[in-house]
């Protein structure tokens, strides 16, 4: 019983957050009743998928602040944008990659204000070399074969697409037009309130235990970049077309220009935004 309120504690403080301070979720417990399956269970999938959900809650009219893991987020922020780094101390290779971090300082008020207009500056601006596409070597997939897995991932009744296809470069790979995701087959998002609920087919829930089949075929989908934003000459015309190119509204602050038509942005413009 010891074991059991302490892992529930520690999940649900650290991979889980909500937004109720000092309550916990009840879903958390149904994983931990056997101690000697915990180990069975993809706890870092299961984070995930929390965390994508609460991006998207955060994203509804409705909503205020952001909850899942932060920390995953922060540290993947760091990884992939130079811009936003903190300063970093020496690390053991056997040390987690995130506790190298330190912590800036949070500023307020004003000073909040202004930095937030900064980074949205810096978002808008950022071009291909502004990025370190490949944090953790060329050859992670093959450390960890499921960083290929395509399909749901899923924690308790929350199931998020995830598709490595969408970010081929961060392998090392040339970027191509990913394949369309495995959708769910219905939602409810309703028009007050910030949550949401993705009901996804039974069969989805097999996926996960089927790795060989719905692992995706690098060599087969592309080929290895000669460049580290090396893309297909379509992909930008299909991103902007499913994306919102700029961050700040050209009605915010100084007068700005309207964003560009597709046909007259670069290709060097915002190859960060493949997610």
Known sequence: MEVQCYL???LGSTLFVDKSRDRLRPAINLFLKDHRRFTDYAWGAGALAYLYRQLGVATRAGSK???GCLTLLQAWIYEYFPLFRPSQLPQSPDAPRASSWISPRLPGGDEARQRLARYRQLL????ADDVTWTPYGRDG??????SLYTGPIRFSD???GYDPARCLRQFGYRQIIPRAMTVPHDQYRPASGSSYIVFWDPWVNQLWD???ARRLDLD???????QPSEIVEEYVDWFLARSHPRITHPTDGEPQPRPLLVHQVSYDFLLLFQI
Request: glycine share 4%; proline share 7%; net charge negative.
């Open 210 to 212: 089927n790795v060989a």
């Open 65 to 67: 602040g952001l909850c």
């Open 141 to 146: 997939h093959i450390d960890i074969p499921r």
């Open 220 to 226: 087969f989908a592309s080929r290895p970049c000669e």
């Open 158 to 160: 929350i199931a998020e």
């Open 124 to 127: 808008d601006e950022l071009s």
């Open 8 to 10: 529930f504690v520690l």
